[in-house]
T-cell receptor, first 113, second 111 residues
């Protein structure tokens, strides 16, 4: 049990589908993050939420839409994705935004067909 | 331009050997962290270093933060197959910023 749970673990979706990724943390952390991990690339920061407020959107296309209803839950809503969006999507949390140790979930392996 | 450069990209060694992997940047970091990621899982935090010149040990792993806080190294003594994984370094440019990650060093330790 890592303390950060991501569902689903695997997702295959068509380019016209709408799906959502869910992340939940039970660590009492106040910051949550979405990262994208593709082969041969460093982890790419997508969104940051600090105390439920979005503090960073790293030029992510609008087909990715985050939602943070409270400090424990984070969603990533997906629609009209492209095949190049296939990747491992990682959620992380930390005490608060900044250079604190992150706890990552196991990720959602997304394949867009 | 990548903020953090890790080397080597790949390393394959036999059990019992020693190794060092590097994380370099031209930027100064307020803190730097090392993570290990196994296939199909998320990265797991190994250590955080915050002071220039700092050395931290975690069993057979020794982490060093450069004096100028621009680089770091991870040394593993007597590597074991359980050390196999992707080693990622990550840094925060400012205490209020999210982490930037390097591409990682993929380590394979064979029996």
């Amino acid at each position: 049990e890592t303390g950060v749970t991501q569902t689903p673990r695997h997702l295959v979706m068509g380019m016209t589908n709408k799906k959502s990724l869910k992340c939940e943390q039970h660590l009492g952390h106040n910051a949550m993050y979405w990262y994208k991990q593709s082969a041969k690339k460093p982890l790419e920061l997508m969104f940051v939420y600090n105390f439920k407020e979005q503090t960073e959107n790293n030029s992510v296309p609008s087909r990715f839409s985050p939602e943070c209803p409270n400090s424990s839950h984070l969603f990533l809503h997906l629609h009209t994705l492209q095949p190049e969006d296939s990747a491992l999507y990682l959620c992380a949390s930390s005490h608060r935004q900044g250079g604190y140790g992150y706890t990552f979930g196991s990720g959602t392996r997304l394949t867009v067909v | 331009t990548q903020l953090l450069e890790q080397s080597p990209q790949f390393l394959s060694i036999q059990e019992g050997e020693n190794l060092t992997v590097y994380c370099n940047s031209s930027s100064v970091f307020s803190s730097l962290q090392w993570y290990r990621q196994e296939p199909g899982e998320g990265p797991v935090l190994l250590v955080t270093v915050v002071t220039g010149g700092e050395v931290k040990k975690l069993k057979r792993l020794t982490f060093q933060f450069g004096d100028a806080r621009k680089d770091s190294s991870l040394h593993i003594t007597a590597a074991q197959p359980g050390d196999t994984g992707l080693y990622l370094c990550a840094g925060a440019l400012n205490s209020g910023y999210a982490l930037n990650f390097g591409k990682g060093t993929s380590l394979l330790v064979t029996p």
